[in-house]
């Protein structure tokens, strides 16, 4: 068993042979709880346990401290100052930048284009590339599993341009890519495939790479939601072969307000802008102007600077844990607790696959709302979500108004599973009497 | 007794109950004493927006005074409107107007809803008013 996960007492009692070797952690894993002060504290009389992570997560001490530090020393505007303290902004506003790209594994860090987060990247490619790309005729392939964050967009753009939205069906509760369909609907007037790589309601993690191969074959452009991946799993551009790929700070330790759009550096410097301002240009007069080269073409306006620097600082945190260890801890927390939940919660309707899945679970409750186990859950401490996880569409298709949702992340235990069973027992009891 | 009174009774009736989770499950109790509404009535018109769950509220004047009957998909937001009913039903528009629903604060239940959730119940509320108020002028 592994350090972290063992320091639980439930967990030890739980033990598995060969779990000993299976997760090889590293010394920034002990004490890991230590790193986020809102962790501890008592929500209506319990310790919290903090299951809300697919919506936001919290931040290491290391980050808190990144804003903190660019306000007291280093605070000014980005880029055409002078000034020691601008040089200094610029410089870390800069090596953020250049974090992210070794982040992500980008040929370099003008592909990276800071951004208020995914839904921000995802107008921004529709907006650019959309707008100079597509027309009447020209489809836009979705799954049917994405977030609306990753659906209007591309509603909005075909509205604008007469091109049309094709899906790719979810197979049931599993909800698992249907790929048998997709030389059906991968065709070529498919100009554009934008797909998820970890579902916010499912817990299904897409063969993106797949996708990605798919798609380049068939000549379209391919858009990756990461939302719910960066800072979860190991991710590299340009192992996996996309063009673009959208990622929010704030679900992986950085702050809220800050997110990025990586784009293939060929795609980015033959696109228009999509917003006008200070920093974006090379030129101005008065009846024109000419742009800057990307990513700055892309940032008009004061950037959200110290944000973007305390995200660079949060993946220097993730990278200290190892991504493959994130996952793996985050695929074992899962695991158990789906097989748990269906083992020990009578009736559970639980969604995404029972194996090889991200940290997320949805499930139903028969017979008590899905808000009504969330209200009851906090009288225990325990932080869930409910609702139709800006899935609508994909909840009617599942015949559902709304799930509650446990997600997992790296400060997680097994221990918090204990006291999920435990609050969905007393509610289902609560609701039975 | 005057609209403010009742408010207070059905203050001082659940405060017996100490503890926070026992209150909500009182009212999620209240909840199943609450009669559905018919089909026939869960209507878009009967319809209140801006709930996360779906909530329906049918207001009704006998002799001069409203008669509230509601319903909603979750039984927390059931029991809710079944003391909201409770409260409101049997006074006189003019009251009803007047009178703000103080008990989800006073009770501390506002403390263990949803801030979407509590703006539903306001907009129950308002949807209550609005009725009280349609028949306010049609005696006027």
Known sequence: MDRFLSRSPVASGREREGDENDFPMNKAWANLRDDFPVLHQQVNGHPLVYLDNAATSHKPRCVINALAQFYERDNANVHRGIHALSNRATAAYEAARERSARFLGAASAHEIIFTAGTTDSI???????????????????????????????????????????????????????????????????????????????????????????????????????AAQSAGHLPIDVGALGCDFLALSGHKMCGPTGIGILYGRQALLDAMPPWRGGGSMISNVEYFESRWAPAPQKFEAGTPNIADAIALGRAMDYLDDLGRDAIARHDEKLATLAYARLKAEVPGIRLLGPAEHRSGVISFDLPGVHAHDVVTFADQEGVALRGGHHCNQPLMRKLGLASTSRASFYLYNTEDEIERLIAALRKIQRFFAG | MTLAERQQQLIDDYAVIEDAQERLGAVVDRARRLPPLPENERTEAHRVHSCISQAWVVGELRDGRCHFRADADSPLVRGLLALLCDLYSGATPAEIVAVEPKLLDDLGLSRSLSTTRLNGLRSVRARIRDLAAAHLTSQG
């Open chain 1, 123 to 225: 107008n921004l490619v529709a907006c650019s590339w959309g707008g100079a790309n597509l027309g009447r005729g020209d489809v836009i392939l979705l799954t049917e599993m994405e977030h609306h964050s990753n659906m209007v967009p591309w509603q909005l753009l075909a509205r604008r341009t007469g091109a049309r939205l094709r899906y790719v069906p979810v197979l049931g509760d599993e909800g698992r890519l249907d790929l048998s369909q997709l030389d059906r609907v991968l065709t070529p007037e498919v100009k554009l495939f934008a797909f998820t790589h970890v579902s916010n309601t499912l817990g299904v993690i897409n063969p993106i790479t797949e996708l990605c191969a798919r798609a380049r074959a068939c000549g379209a452009v391919t858009v990756v939601d």
